[in-house]
């Protein structure tokens, strides 16, 4: 479902942000609005600065997120599935979207660095940024969303509380 929203899937029906149709424009310009990060973010080079500049707002983002200041400087293929997970997150908020589009942000972290990336993530909302995550941690989808839903025999239904 979020690879049919980001458009990166054959899809029915149109999505739309800020009443601007996914159909209306080109598809580079929607997926500079709606990032999708998946469970497991792909990578084209081994070189993390080869994704994102080390600016001052990474950085940032790196201590808030919990990781270590080197990660910028070391290999992908040395990190942690749950540092590469957090510097797709990184990648995915410079860009500032409109809506992110989560897919288990948080499955390989403990529960100390998890309070760290909700909480981005919640600074994030109040900035207007929309956000779909999808997780199997019924607890973190309580913490974090406004309205939940769950997917059964194929139809998404809307868990009411």
Same mark, same amino acid.
């Given at each position: 479902?979020?690879?049919?929203?980001?458009?990166?899937?054959?899809?029915?029906?149109?999505?739309?942000?800020?009443?601007?149709?996914?159909?209306?424009?080109?598809?580079?310009?929607?997926?500079?609005?709606?990032?999708?990060?998946?469970?497991?973010?792909?990578?084209?080079?081994?070189?993390?600065?080869?994704?994102?500049?080390?600016?001052?707002?990474?950085?940032?983002?790196?201590? =808030? @997120?919990?990781? !270590?200041?080197?990660? /910028?400087?070391? *290999?992908? $293929?040395? #990190?942690?599935?749950?540092?590469?997970?957090?510097?797709?997150?990184?990648?995915?908020? =410079? @860009?500032?979207? !409109?809506?992110?589009? /989560?897919?288990? *942000?948080? $499955?390989? #972290?403990?529960?100390?660095?998890?309070?760290?990336?909700?909480?981005?993530?919640?600074?994030?909302?109040?900035?207007?940024?929309?956000?779909?995550?999808?997780?199997?941690?019924?607890?973190?989808?309580?913490?974090?969303?406004?309205?939940?839903?769950?997917?059964?025999?194929?139809?998404?239904?809307?868990?009411?509380?």
């Amino acid at each position: 479902m979020l690879r049919m929203i980001a458009d990166l899937d054959p899809h029915e029906g149109d999505a739309q942000v800020d009443g601007k149709a996914c159909s209306a424009m080109p598809a580079d310009r929607w997926r500079r609005l709606v990032q999708y990060v998946p469970a497991e973010p792909a990578w084209w080079s081994d070189v993390v600065t080869d994704h994102m500049a080390d600016t001052d707002e990474v950085r940032d983002l790196v201590v =808030r @997120l919990g990781l !270590r200041t080197d990660c /910028l400087r070391t *290999p992908l $293929s040395r #990190l942690s599935t749950g540092e590469r997970q957090r510097l797709a997150l990184i990648r995915a908020i =410079r @860009l500032n979207p !409109r809506v992110l589009l /989560l897919d288990e *942000p948080c $499955s390989a #972290l403990d529960g100390a660095t998890t309070d760290k990336v909700e909480t981005v993530l919640q600074a994030l909302r109040a900035q207007g940024v929309a956000i779909i995550l999808v997780s199997h941690n019924m607890r973190q989808a309580e913490r974090m969303a406004d309205r939940q839903f769950q997917m059964r025999h194929g139809h998404l239904e809307e868990i009411l509380a």
